[in-house]
């Protein structure tokens, strides 16, 4: 093969290349973004559709919030309108929130 020949050889195989390299090295960002992707749409069509959709949401921002800040802050605001909601419901049933208990600290005496 002679020099001409392999320069046009590494021209022709040079996008394939490109694009070989960024899915070796962004291949866990792809697959989080895909996975998350589906997730949320297949919880947005369980809204009209049966299912548990809400939860299939929530999860599929849980999975897109380990690789973009976005979602973790949508998923931090869903859990604090989680709790105002969980506290409004037993407020309302007359019974009071009860504080959340810490692990480390072991059981109450």
């Given at each position: 093969m002679s020099a001409s020949?392999?320069?046009v050889?590494?021209?022709v195989w040079f996008p394939f290349d490109v694009t070989v390299?960024?899915?070796l090295r962004n291949g866990k960002r792809i697959a989080v973004t895909v996975?998350?992707?589906v997730l949320?749409?297949?919880g947005l069509a369980m809204m009209v559709l049966p299912g548990p959709g809400i939860l299939v949401i929530?999860?599929?921002l849980a999975v897109l919030a380990t690789e973009y800040v976005w979602a973790q802050r949508m998923l931090n605001f869903t859990k604090e309108k989680a709790e105002q909601a969980k506290n409004k419901v037993l407020r309302r049933?007359?019974?009071a929130a009860a504080p959340v208990d810490d692990p480390e600290a072991g059981p109450r005496s």
């Open positions: 020949m392999s320069k050889v590494r021209w390299r960024f899915m996975g998350g992707v949320l749409a297949a929530v999860v599929g049933n007359g019974q």
